[in-house]
């Protein structure tokens, strides 16, 4: 099944700097979704994207998709020592699952460090 | 309290002894799925359910089995469980296309 690939793998930067990451996938989707995950937590829901939008902002977080190079990116802005945490792209294609629903399907995650 | 639990949060079993984990949720979501977190692997996904009476393979399943008799509980069975099976599992549910809800983990050592 298709899965989201995210970059960097991992990312260190200092408090108040700004964070990106990108997550590349390979086919049709329904939407993508962003989480984090504290050590060993469950995951935290950040930010749904559905295929037909572009850009969606949440608080200091900001998500963009890009349907024709299929990636996304995640941006946070003004990070914190609590944004320390993995974050995962997920991708939604249960309209193109021929019936099923494949349900999601994670990236490997990006580990991001806020240096205080 | 919206929220999806799993039982239990740990575990130390050994090869073979069948064991089952539960996972229940409050917020009526037709969707349940299980998934197994490994370092450098990320999620995959076992098992999920689109309702009840009906679930299908994820990505991973062997090894797993998984029922889903009641709308708000989806447990994952290991009948006979082997030490790659060790891992940290996650169960969620969702509405259909909407974003999932996750439970707080069930780390599964098998020795």
């Known amino acids: 099944s298709q899965q989201g690939e995210e970059d960097p793998q991992a990312l260190s930067i200092q408090e108040g700097e700004n964070a990106t990451m990108n997550c590349s996938y390979k086919?049709?989707?329904?939407?993508l979704q962003w989480y984090r995950q504290n050590s060993g937590r469950g995951l935290v829901h950040l930010i749904l994207i559905r295929s037909n939008e572009r850009e969606k902002h949440s608080g200091r977080l900001r998500v963009t998709l890009d349907t024709s190079k299929k990636s996304s990116s995640l941006l946070i802005t003004a990070s914190r020592a609590a944004d320390t945490a993995s974050y995962f792209c997920a991708t939604d294609a249960w309209m193109y699952s021929g019936g099923g629903a494949d349900g999601l399907t994670f990236g490997k995650g990006t580990h991001l460090i806020i240096q205080p | 309290e919206a929220q999806v639990t799993q039982n239990p949060r740990y575990l130390i079993t050994v090869t073979g002894k069948k064991l089952t984990v539960t996972c229940s949720q409050n917020?009526?979501?037709?969707?349940m799925s299980w998934y197994r977190q490994d370092p450098g692997l990320g999620l995959r996904q076992i098992y999920y359910?689109?309702?009840?009476?009906?679930?299908d393979k994820g990505d991973v399943p062997e090894g797993y089995k998984v029922s889903r008799k009641e709308k708000r509980n989806f447990p994952l069975i290991l009948e006979s469980p082997s030490p790659n099976q060790t891992s940290l599992y996650f169960c969620?549910?969702?509405?259909?296309?909407?974003?999932?809800?996750f439970g707080p983990g069930t780390r599964l050592t098998v020795l």
């Open positions: 359910s689109m309702n009840v009476e009906v679930t």
């Open positions: 969620a549910s969702s509405l259909i296309g909407a974003e999932q809800f």
């Open positions: 086919t049709s989707i329904n939407n």
């Open positions: 917020m009526n979501h037709e969707y």
